[in-house]
């Protein structure tokens, strides 16, 4: 067994789950009823559907589950992207059991390395700290590009009433820090003592402060889903802070070196 299938075996260990691909529709129905519990979407715009997922796997992309027996508590469904042979694109992953979503994208690190595949990209909402977590810290992923309005509007009971700003996370498998967030160390960057605030939580309101120092720290809410139900407005403040500070210094050349104390870690090369 290769480290990076033993790793993927060990973290379904922990989590108590059966990792697998799936390639038959009663399969794919059951990540289409998954899904729906997980976003509540619109049931004219589901995340992904039955056929879609028969499609990518006929075609030999990666569709897969993780069991708790004979019930499924995750899913990840991604595609081959550019360039042709070396990135694979993962569209959408969700899990209702702790540690099953880790072990999904060990899994998907795994099958991309066996053929010969050495980066998967996704997108998530920069705001939502807890996914921030996991893709910077928990698998040592990078955000290289800052994707304002990206899906448009969406109706879905996790998204609606807000934009769909999208960071685009690069997921380098055999960087040295990764190999390590797979073996169940997170990553966390170094914070140097002049590092300023670029934007910073005053009573749960964003600020926005100075941006012209080497390193930038760009705080994110503690829950931007709740809030969003609550204070609308107050969710809008966050989403386009955010999106002027992290956003605009991305644009300018700027790279996320990952996440400290719930904020990004942003650094002028």
């Known amino acids: 067994m290769s480290a990076p299938a033993r790793q993927a075996a060990d973290a379904a260990i922990r989590s108590g ?3 697998c691909e799936l390639h038959d529709i009663p399969a794919f129905e ?8 997980i976003w509540h979407p619109d049931p004219t715009d589901p995340p992904i559907t039955v056929e879609m997922l028969r499609a990518l796997s006929h075609a030999g992309n990666y569709v897969a589950g993780a069991f708790d027996g004979s019930t499924l508590v995750g899913a990840s469904a991604g595609f081959f992207a550019a360039p042709v042979g070396q990135v694979l694109h993962s569209h959408v992953t969700g899990a209702v059991r702790r540690g099953a979503g880790f072990a999904l994208k060990l899994h998907q690190r795994a099958w991309a390395l066996s ?3 050495d980066v998967i990209t996704w997108t998530y909402d920069p705001l939502v700290r807890r996914n921030a977590y996991f893709n910077l810290a928990k698998l040592a992923a990078r955000p290289e590009e800052y994707l304002p309005e990206f899906y448009g509007s969406m109706t879905d009971a996790v998204n609606a009433g807000d934009e769909s700003d999208r960071l685009l996370a690069v997921w380098r498998l055999t960087d040295p820090h990764v190999v390590e967030a797979c073996e169940g160390r997170p990553y966390r960057p170094e914070v140097p003592a002049d590092a300023v605030a670029g934007v910073a939580s005053h009573q749960g309101r964003p600020m926005v402060g100075p941006t012209d120092a080497r390193v930038v720290l760009v705080a994110l809410p503690e829950d931007i889903e709740t809030l969003r139900q609550q ?3 107050l969710a809008k403040a966050w989403r386009h802070a955010v999106r002027e500070v992290l956003g605009g210094m991305m644009a300018q050349g700027a790279r996320v070196t990952g996440l400290a104390d719930g904020c990004y870690v942003v ?3």
């Open 17 to 19: 789950v059966r990792l």
């Open 115 to 117: 053929r010969g595949i």
């Open 30 to 37: 059951q990540v289409a009823r998954l899904f729906d519990d």
């Open 267 to 269: 650094e002028r090369t």
């Open 231 to 233: 204070d609308p407005g």
